[in-house]
Nanobody
């Protein structure tokens, strides 16, 4: 199994910054992607940013130019630097990893428990 542990959420004023971290652990053989999704109560979970093995990154249009995703492959840890935060960024942020636990196992999607980000004055 793969465990994902998130950290870095909290309360920040509009215009402020936060940095989320997500560390993957377990019997990981390979990671295809790691990324962040967010969900507001009552809404669907939406993709925020994804780091694809090899270095390609994808961002939701709503966060382009403000958020930046990076990954430390040696630590199996992904980071989300969030700048110029807006009240509409308030949500529970979930870490996701698509990984496999052995050379013969399929890639599976794993989720963290989520960390709350609140942007408010």
């Amino acid at each position: 199994q793969v465990q994902l542990v998130e950290s870095g959420g909290g309360l920040v004023q509009p215009g402020g910054s936060l940095r989320l971290s997500c560390a993957a652990s377990g019997s990981i053989s390979s990671i295809r992607t790691m990324g962040w999704y967010r969900q507001v109560s009552g809404n669907q979970r939406e993709q925020v940013a994804t780091f694809i093995s090899g270095g390609t990154t994808n961002y939701a249009d709503s966060v382009k130019g403000r958020f930046s995703i990076s990954m430390d492959n040696a630590k199996n840890t992904v980071y989300l630097q969030m700048n110029s935060l807006k009240p509409e960024d308030t949500a529970v942020y979930y870490c996701n990893a698509v990984a496999k636990i052995g050379p013969w196992s399929p890639y599976r999607s794993y989720w963290g428990e989520g960390t709350l980000v609140t942007v408010s004055s």
